[in-house]
């Protein structure tokens, strides 16, 4: 299990989204209230994306705990970006803790990261792979099985008609490759639950589901804010220049980064559906 | 602040005293109990003596957190000493987590590990550094303030008749030191008060610390063991072949490992001296 | 490509071997005299048996190169072992260096290692996989053509009937797997060369390759050394207090490691069958 | 010894100054032409200034090599900045590979990075210690040469008037600081000579010495480019949209970047002094 923050909105350094929050990542990364275990030290990652300088987002990736990782911080205060997604990981037994390991992870333009676990997934690895396209298996390079995860949404991204908007594109893919995992496992994992809350971007669109088929459990955790911007994001935007462009941020986060009243949960088996410039939309999770 | 252990005693493989105890190191590494933060997670070391190999014990150090070391975990499993200093460190704010700030420290065939800190360290700093002979200031390589403590202890080591016994050497030269680091914090440094449980060790006999000189506050926990085995190590001693030997061994730790009666708190202000083969003595820190 | 020495007779200190020869293998890791570019900085690794301590051997592997990492020369002081395997890599292209990508690998009891590579390795990766037995495939953690290969040679030793004796049993199982991926690229990977000087070992036996399939090009060099232990091993062996025990030492290195006579060439396309206490047998790879 | 890049210009991605060209940066941590040994792989850093995001420059730094690193592969493609310094580190015996032993360093808006070593730096450390301020004192973290170095420099900073221009500060400061540690060598160091190819920066100017006390030997290779960008740097700069600001761009490197012949050496023992829109300006190293 792990936590994870997506933004998208006007530009703002990493720092403001990821450091300066009461409750930000790097705060979740050790203080993590609404899991059982408050730890999330096996690694880390963001990625963003840089608008005008390279058309594939950025990752920086690191074993060390975000908490104390002074690239992190560093880059953190000078870095801005209009779509940043952001991770902690709280490795599970069968993963080592390597960067390949370490989400977010990127195809082409697209980035992912995931919190929870695929069921039975030393079982289902096997099946996950066979089912995917070349394009898609050659994008594997490690063994955990929130990237194996993402092999289905390359193969599921690559197979939606072209004609098909980017945002719908995003929320096609992610539920079909719910759909599917949940069927692998089924047939090849004795049907153990899965915990899928999962971001899949393109820099401009976002998805966000918050999903388990555990039948006597809730999914993990899972925000959106949406709004006029809390202070510490609204300081850090005016101080890098781009207060006027601060309309319709969105943020979406394992955990509420504030106590601002904005933040909404995101019902149990929804997704949230972001696009730059438009308020989210919820949409159930049903297959 | 950190949690560490000491063993003195019948060689065992670092996997018996660090990863296989209930309460082990790798455990206080994310769960201590006896600090208000149970989080351990800056970096790690072990040292351990390899009698009839080198002189010099050997040292393995890593940035990564304890738990998810894979190197630590194969190298407990298969490496078997009869002295190991381990330490999981809770990095303070004001120094950086690399390899030369990780303990335990080394020179020549001693090692040192603190938990704790000197207060007021940047004001006292440089005052402690010019206060050490050449050898002893050549000895330090990054920004702790435990490493520099361990500079005023070689300062002192240096400076012990040639004919004291080893044990007294140690003794006598941890005291020093600790008399010397108040005083300095006392003159330069606004006499904040220091917490300094200190392990020194030469392979064969150690001394552990347990003090502060705030007087509202108690110093960190510590204990010793002395006595008939626990199960978890006396099994390993049979399996690695050496329970013939197992006689007196010492473990002194930040926690309690296990449940076993024969832990000992150490009283506040008291050091306690092992050397192998015999009961550990209690000896007030009076200066 | 990379470099490797493997290691087979009385106890040694891994420093004996890795650091102290002139030419040793961290004097390879800069300076490799029969490749065309001597650098091997790409991360290392070192598995050794601990007879006594632990029945699976231990595997020490970093992605920082091996001549400037204090662990590895800590370690290398203080470790002695009677079966040795280390490598410094130089990654291709199409591998990142991260710890799961370093060799040697281990599955239960085995250890493995490579220099060279699989020819057309992304086009062939797949079916490589899918041609393994699921305990085999289970064991791939990342993306090396060498893990990969490694599993094939997993899938035969599972295959081999019991009764054949070890030495047998890796013999089978490594030009098995030799002859499986030539195949393998000759249908799906254009027939591409592959360049397979490959260690297989189990604590007292091991077999080490010197193959391509490259028409025009010979093998990666390879030499084995069996006689009168070269000094610097004398002298650690003696040190380590096994002097009586030093008969039949044998080393497999990608160069040599002294100026030493008893250095000798393995021939292109054979393998070398290594068992304690015998005379290394040379055997011809014809498939 | 080492290698270094200091660019000051318009804003250019880091990819077109340290991956792209010929014989980039990177290409020397591998390849360097102008050292007897090509090899710098004992960690890098990058250090850059964020105009409008924050005052002080951003560090990164690693203690693997900078040709593998992907986190700076993935940096350098999407951050852009107006003045960059890159150093690539081939550590002496005495000072380990960490953190804070790698360039660029840093003291508020200043970064330094050095290529050399100070003579005799065991004995004159102490005497480099004592001789600098408690500010500059308390930005020692490491244990290299360099860094001790830059504290003479962050002393003579400090020292120099008020009305000074900032050009002017960063040559008197450099220039006073060499001063002093030729004398300092000569009078504890045996006057062993010192290798000092300094750079020191504030984002807006820079200098770098090139300056060897050695009687019999050169300084280490040191060139300076200005004039019509060459082909790499101009596309990235078109690129990224800042075309128009393109004029005088100023790089000083330990080698050259390319083969255009606009790359001038800096004469042995003296400094090029290099401000924002300006031709940079050759002053001889003389006290």
């Known amino acids: 299990m792990c936590r994870f923050t997506l933004y998208l909105g006007p530009d703002i350094r990493l720092a403001s989204l990821l450091l300066e929050p009461d409750h930000s ?5 050790t203080h ?7 730890l999330n030290g096996d690694g880390f990652g963001v990625g963003w994306y840089a608008r005008g300088l390279a058309p594939e987002p950025a990752v920086f990736r690191s074993i060390t705990p975000a908490w104390n ?10 870095v801005a970006s209009d779509c940043i997604l952001a991770h902690v990981r709280a490795a599970t037994q069968s993963s080592g ?5 370490c989400h977010p992870f990127r195809y082409q333009r697209y980035l992912f990261m995931h919190n929870g676990d695929v069921g039975n997934f030393r079982q289902v690895r096997r099946r ?3 089912s995917v396209c070349d394009e898609a298996f050659a994008n594997v390079y490690g063994s955990t099985d929130s990237e194996h995860f993402f092999a289905l949404c390359i193969d599921e991204l690559l197979g939606q008609p072209l004609e098909r908007p980017p945002l719908e594109r995003l929320a096609h893919a992610l539920k079909a490759a719910l759909a599917r995992v949940v069927r692998l496992v089924a047939a090849h994992g004795d049907d153990e639950p899965s915990y899928m809350n999962c971001a899949l971007a393109d820099g401009d669109h976002a998805v966000v589901s918050r999903y388990t088929n555990a039948t006597t459990d809730s999914p993990e955790s899972l925000y959106y804010f949406h709004g006029a911007l809390y202070p510490a994001i609204a300081d850090a935007t005016r101080q890098a220049g781009h ?6 941020p969105v943020i979406v986060s394992s ?4 106590a601002d009243p904005d933040w909404q949960p995101i019902p149990p088996n929804y997704m949230v559906l972001v696009s730059r410039g438009h308020a989210p939309e919820l949409r159930a999770l049903e297959f």
Not at 69 to 78: G, I, K, Q, S, T
Not at 97 to 101: A, G, I, T
Not at 243 to 248: D, F, G, M, N, Q
């Open 25 to 29: 990542l790097i705060r979740q990364s």
């Open 32 to 38: 993590s209230r609404e899991r059982e275990e408050p």
């Open 69 to 78: 990782n002074r690239n992190l911080h560093n880059l953190a205060r000078v």
């Open 97 to 101: 803790v390597n960067e390949p390991n």
């Open 128 to 130: 996950m792979l066979e």
């Open 243 to 248: 207060a006027s462009h601060a309309r319709h």
């Open 255 to 258: 955990e509420r980064l504030t």
